[in-house]
């Protein structure tokens, strides 16, 4: 969208180990009104953990999920792959951006490899990045 107004998400996850990158994310998704809630998470078993937990409730399952690649105990792409684990209601409802600050060429094919990806993106998210993530949602998922 060109103007500085979204049709706001219902909820977005901002998965981390790095808390000025969170805080970034939720800075300029609540910035630009992109979604109405959005959860924070410093580690990937946390997220997966709420995901199983919330597998029922409907307003509880984000449509998008900010991603991090390299974080301690799980990786991004350990997330993925378990997320694939999940539910079928999970890969059709979530689009799963990697935000990410790795310039690894390796990382950037994994990602376009992987079905559940729908975006790659380099840190810090902005409202031009944000602009790119609405583009991608809408192309992949009805809303």
Not at 43 to 63: F, R, S, V
Not at 110 to 116: K, V
């Amino acid at each position: 969208m060109s103007n500085n107004q979204f049709r706001p998400y219902d909820l977005v996850l901002s998965v981390d180990d790095n808390q000025i990158d969170r805080y970034i994310c939720g800075t300029i998704v609540e910035k630009y009104n992109f979604a109405k809630r959005v959860i924070e998470f410093d580690m990937a078993t946390k997220a997966l953990e709420y995901l199983h937990e919330n597998l029922h409730i409907p307003e509880n399952i984000p449509q998008i999920i900010f991603l991090d690649i390299n974080m301690p105990i799980m990786s991004g792409f350990d997330f993925l792959e378990e997320i694939s684990k999940l539910p079928v209601i999970i890969q059709n409802t979530c689009c799963i951006v990697m935000l990410t600050s790795s310039v690894n060429p390796n990382d950037l094919d994994r990602a376009n490899n992987n079905f559940i990806v729908k975006d790659y993106i380099s840190k810090p998210l902005n409202k031009e990045k944000l602009d790119e993530v609405e583009i991608v949602f809408n192309s992949n998922f009805n809303r």
